[in-house]
């Protein structure tokens, strides 16, 4: 084992505890039980103790090794999350590497964990999670390792003319299902094209790619190549879907060579990035970003960073893209401050509005080999506003640090621009707007999250209502922009005194329940509308159920309750769907989006909180299934959209956050239903859905991809739509 390797990750904290613990063994060959020396053992998850940096040892001739670990006396620990409700143990994970031998983790019966040090825990569920051995201060273990001869591996890179090529970096993947691959590590060719992994490997299904990936260095150590995924797959910076590679097979003990890489030139951009109103280089504290992204399916393959002289005298803003070939959309994006109000475009000059650049309107560049590409960006500059934010009762500047944004709105409602809070109550606006006139309000518009929603009213000292400027209070995020005063923001200028002071409001809060069992239900969506069904702000259940608004004015106003549309697991557990909505006030079920804030009954405010505006929600039968790539088997990242019989869209599940793949719609009625996988630019229907054999409850494929279910009193499971992938990247090295 290359210890210099180990010592450069193993960063070790200065600080000290009184007290330790104490961890030795002996590591043996199995089936022999030969002393196997200089494996390096170490501690490889820092978040399940409250130790410091990285313990690590070495085993000596005799196969022995001691190591100390630190341990805070006051035995604080990071919370684990694999129980309900969690507790808090102070915990190590123990793993071995070595040149020679398999690597292993302490505790692991099961034998599926194939990824060692520095890879990424994804959550309690995964096989990387086992093995955890408990802790305590003065504490003696020993821990003894037997582990089969290990696997090494190697290969050559070269450019397309076969001359070698030196410093390429070298990943290798698992083929563990997580929803991002996490690499084993990273080695580097030397100056023959050559490369050996650094610890041996144990048998069983890798991936491996050369090639820097979005950490990039300008210009390429190892020259201007494409990054390229094992056998010949182009990968730029290592962006693809691996598992749609060439696999590669590990024997106990085989060593596995001739993993090559003949890597093909990439093209060449560069130019400088330049303040439109002076043709000058970005000076002094700006700076800004380049983002690439691919044309078709819309994913950010890297970010480059464009550097002005304010880092040092001899940077001037200028740029050098490599080790790309094909077509991109490149985003050019100031970096957001309170000295620059410079705005964001697309490589075709077209502008990028606040919410978010549309690059799929964009015109993309083509780089290829051999035709470099010069272009300069020239940034214009958008206005600003500034003014303060305080109780309207008491005069006090209101710290907005941890909830308030401002918003500014077109005349349609359409959010053009932002601006935060600061300690002070004074509005700060790090991204420039275009210049123009706009309605002014407070709140989060983009998560319909009113001024003070999500609880965070004790820490701005009161239930303040949403405003628009100026002076007009708003029932959340539902304003008269009508009666608001349009605020005219000018290039390169600020405009000030857009003050606000905000009124104190009233609260609505309850809780979430099963009906059957009275067990709360978190993480549901409460949604609060006027009594015309325009909604009005957004809460989530914690984890007893609760949930309180933030401040409203005096109203009317109606409450539902649904599903947050996704399949999550975290710190308590999965939060399961399978449940109908509800209106307040109509004690009927109802389904998702047909849930109609209209049949309700009003809860009224009238200066003074509202509480007990509970719900015991029934459960129902649901779908649930897997999106498929048929091109690779995997369950994909997407969106399921259902519809009733009628055509009436009942609502949209995610795969998302789930550890599977896996969706799950909130409970249905018994029915009709059609299923459709809603696509990005990276899939296309792989032809109608396959229908399961001696399925009763399936009907049909349609040509785009979506199956009609038959619902009755049960869940139906295991309902799998269908797409192929129409690109091989997809954001790099992802399994689905």
């Avoid at 691996?242 to 060579?257: E, K, R």
């Avoid at 993993?259 to 030139?265: G, R, T």
């Avoid at 909830?403 to 991204?431: F, H, K, Q």
């Avoid at 209209?598 to 003074?608: E, F, N, P, Q, R």
Wanted: charged share 15%.
């Amino acid at each position: 084992m290359d210890r210099v390797i180990f010592l450069a990750l193993c960063v070790l904290s200065s600080a000290s505890f009184a007290q330790t613990a104490t961890i030795s063994g002996t590591v043996t060959e199995l089936g022999t039980g030969n002393p196997i020396p200089d494996v390096t053992v170490a501690i490889t998850d820092t978040t399940l103790y409250s130790g410091n940096g990285l313990d690590f040892a070495f085993t000596d001739s005799a196969g022995n090794y001691t190591l100390t670990v630190t341990v805070d006396p006051s035995g604080v620990a990071t919370p684990r999350q694999d129980t309900t409700p969690a507790v808090v143990v102070n915990e190590i994970l123990l793993e071995i590497v070595s040149e020679t031998h398999e690597p292993a983790r302490a505790g692991d019966t099961t034998g599926l964990v194939d990824c060692f040090f520095f890879c990424e825990l994804d959550d309690s569920n995964d096989p990387e999670f086992v093995g955890a051995i408990p802790i305590t201060a003065g504490a003696t273990i020993t821990q003894n390792f037997s582990v089969a001869p290990g696997a090494s591996f190697s290969g050559n890179i070269t450019n397309d003319s076969g001359a070698p090529l030196a410093d390429v970096p070298v990943q290798i993947f698992t083929d563990e299902p997580f929803e991002r691959l996490s690499p084993l590590g990273t080695t580097f060719s030397d100056g023959a094209g050559n490369y050996t992994f650094d610890y041996a490997l144990k048998a069983g299904t890798y991936f491996a790619g050369a090639g820097v990936d979005q950490f990039i260095t300008e210009p390429l150590p190892y020259g201007n190549f494409v990054s390229q995924a094992y056998s010949g797959f182009t990968c730029e910076y290592l962006s693809c879907v691996i598992t749609a590679t060439t696999p590669i097979t590990v024997s106990t003990g085989a060593p596995v060579t001739a993993i090559d890489f003949a890597m093909e030139p990439g093209g060449l951009m560069t130019g400088q990035v330049l303040d439109a109103a002076t043709g000058l280089p970005l000076s002094g504290p700006e700076f800004s970003f380049i983002r690439i992204w691919t044309p078709d399916d819309g994913l950010q393959l890297a970010t480059f960073v464009v550097f002005s002289d304010a880092f040092d005298p001899s940077f001037d803003s200028s740029y050098r893209i490599e080790g790309l070939s094909g077509s991109y959309i490149l985003e050019i994006d100031p970096q957001p401050s309170a000295s620059t109000n410079l705005l964001r475009i697309l490589n075709d000059t077209s502008r990028c509005p606040f919410a978010g650049c549309d690059r799929g309107e964009g015109i993309p560049v083509t780089l290829l080999p051999g035709s470099p590409v010069v272009q300069d960006f020239s940034l214009v500059r958008g206005g600003k506003i500034t003014g303060q934010v305080t109780d309207a009762a008491t005069g006090a500047a209101i710290d907005g640090t941890n909830a308030i944004a401002i918003a500014l709105l077109t005349a349609s409602g359409e959010v053009a621009g932002g601006a935060t809070i600061d300690a002070s109550g004074t509005i700060v606006t790090s991204d420039g707007v275009e210049p123009g006139n706009y309605f002014v309000t407070t709140g989060l518009p983009f998560t319909a999250q009113s001024i003070t929603g999500q609880g965070v009213a004790n820490r701005l000292g009161g239930n303040f209502t949403d405003q628009a400027f100026s002076g007009i209070d708003c029932a959340g995020l539902a304003c008269d922009l009508t009666l608001a005063i349009p605020v005219a923001v000018t290039a390169g200028g600020v405009t000030p005194a857009i003050d606000f002071a905000l009124d104190q409001g009233f609260t609505l809060s309850g809780t979430v329940t099963d009906a059957t069992s009275g067990a709360p239900l978190r993480r549901r969506n409460v949604e609060i509308f006027t009594p015309a069904g325009e909604r009005v702000a957004l809460e989530i259940t914690d984890q007893s159920g609760a949930y309180t608004t933030g401040g409203l004015p005096n109203g009317n106003y109606r409450v539902v309750v649904t599903d947050g549309g996704r399949l999550t697991r975290g710190f308590f557990g999965a939060n399961g769907l399978g449940y109908y909505g509800q209106v307040f006030g109509n004690p009927a079920d109802c389904m998702r989006n047909l849930c109609d804030p209209t049949s309700g009954s009003d809860v009224i405010i009238a200066g003074a909180d509202v509480a007990g505006i509970d719900f015991a929600l029934n459960s129902g039968p649901t779908i649930s299934g897997q999106i498929i790539d048929t091109a690779t088997g995997l369950p994909v990242r997407l969106t399921v959209d259902v519809f009733d019989a009628s055509g009436a869209s009942v609502g949209a599940w995610s795969t998302v956050s789930s550890g599977e793949g896996v969706y799950v719609t909130s409970a249905l009625f018994a029915g009709s239903y059609t299923l459709v996988p809603r696509l990005t630019r990276s899939f296309s229907i792989s032809g109608p859905t396959s229908v399961p054999k001696n399925s009763r409850v399936l009907k049909g494929g349609g040509s785009d991809g979506s199956l009609t279910v038959q619902i009755t009193d049960s869940d139906v499971e295991g309902v799998q739509l269908e797409v192929v992938q129409a690109l091989i990247f997809a954001g790099g090295f992802e399994t689905r």
